[in-house]
């Protein structure tokens, strides 16, 4: 029988030792339970698929770093539909894949603005999309 390896494993990266917390810009921190509460998700489902708490903040902290929010906003600057909606039906995946229930439903709704041609209602729309975004980007670079 072979000594017994200490294990080294990737936790200790994953945020496993610190309790999926990370400090934010402003000092603050969260836990991923906190920051669905935030962002209007839903942490029983995320939980139920990811298992551990560590699995749903490795995923929550690439988030920040899609750029789909950008890309629709740099279309729907510039007036391409069809661009608009492959980076909003892009981030709308993403937020459902994540359980990041509000974001996916402001999303969707854009989405199918945009499905239809109906570009102007979709501007309309995308204040409420951007707020939901960020208010979730910036809970997630907590996480």
């Known amino acids: 029988m072979s000594p017994r390896r200490k294990w080294s494993g990737g936790a200790k990266r994953s945020g496993h030792w610190r309790g999926c ?16 509460t935030i962002s209007g998700g839903d942490y029983e489902a995320a939980i139920g698929v990811f298992r551990r708490e560590e699995r749903i903040c490795r995923f929550l ?18 007036e391409d ?6 980076a909003v039906h892009t981030l709308k995946g993403v937020a459902a894949n994540l359980y990041l229930t ?11 603005l945009l499905r239809a041609g109906d ?7 995308m204040p409420d999309l951007r707020e939901i975004y960020l208010r979730t980007r910036e809970c997630t670079l907590q996480v």
């Not at 920040?64 to 510039?78: H, K, T």
């Not at 539909?81 to 492959?86: K, N, T, W, Y």
């Not at 102007?120 to 729309?125: E, L, T, Y």
């Open 81 to 86: 539909a069809e661009r608009a909606f492959h």
């Open 119 to 125: 570009l102007g209602s979709a501007k309309v729309r």
């Open 21 to 36: 917390k990370r400090r934010g810009k402003d000092g603050a921190e969260v836990t991923a339970q906190e920051c669905y």
């Open 61 to 78: 902290r690439m988030f920040p770093e899609d750029p789909s929010f950008g890309e629709l906003e740099e279309a729907m600057a510039s």
């Open 102 to 112: 509000a974001l996916h439903r402001a999303a969707s709704d854009v989405t199918e």
